[in-house]
């Protein structure tokens, strides 16, 4: 299995829904090997798997699932639409997760920054942006580009 393209890996993914309490060797029988491992504390190991524009990484607790701490599948379509998007909405802090999604369509990337706090991006071909969420609540724009 290892070498799965992108759209194969992150479906693969998928299909395993839930990962509480997997082990690191169930996963990897399901999808295959990982790109990388890299100790992230006493008993921590984030492993990170990549093919194509998909990426997850996830940490790993002695050996369980404790978390994704990132996760990226790659362009959005309708840049120029997703930019339109952000500015119908306006104002983007004090605003829910799903508030933003109902508008813009579901982000590309997330990561893990803080305690109860995520970085989402919805990046596209010509537009890139990212919020910072407290909970699941948009506290600000961290950085916003368009080409």
Not at 11 to 34: H, K
Not at 97 to 112: L, Q, R, T, Y
Not at 121 to 147: M, N, P, R
């Amino acid at each position: 299995m290892f070498g799965l393209s992108g759209h194969r890996l992150q479906q693969g993914f998928a299909e395993l829904g839930d990962l509480t309490n997997r082990t690191l060797d169930e996963i990897v029988a399901a999808v295959g090997g990982p790109v990388s491992q890299s100790m992230a504390g006493p008993g921590q190991i984030l492993v990170q798997w990549q093919s194509g524009s998909y990426h997850i990484g996830i940490l790993f607790e002695e050996g369980l699932f404790a978390g994704i701490m990132s996760e990226d599948s790659g362009l959005l379509p309708n840049g120029r639409k997703l930019a339109q998007g952000f500015a119908d909405l306006g104002n983007l802090a004090g605003r829910s997760k799903d508030e933003i999604a109902a508008v813009v369509g579901p982000h590309s990337s997330f990561s893990v920054t803080g305690p109860n706090q995520v970085l989402l991006q919805w990046q596209s071909d010509v537009y890139h942006v990212a919020l910072l969420f407290e909970g699941d609540i948009c506290v600000g724009i961290t950085h916003e580009f368009a080409i």
